[in-house]
């Protein structure tokens, strides 16, 4: 099945460095999705993008809908160790399927105190 | 308090025994899907529902069954199970129409053997 190309796969950073994380795909999506997902926790939606080039913060997060609809991207500032997990990009096309959600394959932070 | 809950947690089986995965949500939402989350692959929509007696086929849906008879509840059905289906599955609802947010379940952790 089809999947996103999320990147870095992992990254361990010290607490206080912002950390930056991108999602590609090689067809168009109309909505695009960051999740979070704790240990042993099912995913949390943090952000939701529905139009091109659109920079939506949540806290310390910021989010971009790729100009050409094919990316984006997280940006976490000045991390804490609680941002510990894995993040997921989710896209949604329509011509897939209404409610067809595509995942990204997770970027796992670790922050070291 | 608003949940999706999920039975069991935990599931080791054998090859071949149908068994069933339940999922329930309080929130009154019509929406629900179905992911398995793997190693490297991140998550993977399996099927989806946009109401009841409404499903439709996600990213990889061979091998599994579901049914929307009531609108609270939306189980998964494996009717011979492998073992390339052991995963932690996750059930998720959320409003539908007009909005991308999702609440997921806790995951249930299957082993086919």
């Known amino acids: 099945g089809q999947q996103l190309n999320q990147s870095p796969q992992s990254m361990f950073i010290q607490e206080g460095e912002d950390v930056s994380m991108n999602c590609t795909s090689s067809?168009?999506?109309?909505?695009w999705l960051w999740y979070k997902q704790d240990p042993g926790e099912g995913p949390v939606l943090l952000i939701a993008?529905?139009?091109?080039?659109e920079l939506t913060s949540n806290g310390r997060l910021t989010a971009q809908f790729g100009i050409t609809r094919k990316d984006s991207f997280l940006n976490i500032s000045a991390s804490i160790p609680s941002d510990v997990g894995i993040y997921f990009c989710?896209?949604?096309?329509?011509?897939?399927?209404?409610?067809?959600?595509?995942f990204g394959t997770g970027t796992r932070l670790k922050v070291l105190a | 308090e608003a949940q999706v809950t999920q039975n069991p947690r935990y599931l080791i089986t054998v090859t071949g025994k149908k068994l069933t995965v339940t999922c329930s949500q309080n929130?009154?939402?019509?929406?629900m899907s179905w992911y398995r989350q793997d190693p490297g692959l991140g998550l993977r929509q399996i099927y989806y529902?946009?109401?009841?007696?409404?499903?439709d086929k996600g990213d990889v849906p061979e091998g599994y069954k579901v049914s929307r008879k009531e609108k609270r509840n939306f189980p998964l059905i494996l009717e011979s199970p492998s073992p390339n289906q052991t995963s932690l599955y996750f059930c998720?609802?959320?409003?539908?129409?007009?909005?991308?947010?999702?609440?997921f379940g806790p995951g249930t952790r299957l082993t086919v053997l």
């Open positions: 067809s168009i999506f109309n909505t």
């Open positions: 529902s946009m109401n009841v007696e409404v499903t």
């Open positions: 989710a896209g949604r096309s329509l011509t897939s399927g209404t409610y067809k959600y595509i």
């Open positions: 998720a609802s959320g409003k539908g129409w007009g909005t991308d947010t999702q609440y």
């Open positions: 929130m009154n939402h019509e929406y």
């Open positions: 993008l529905y139009k091109a080039g």
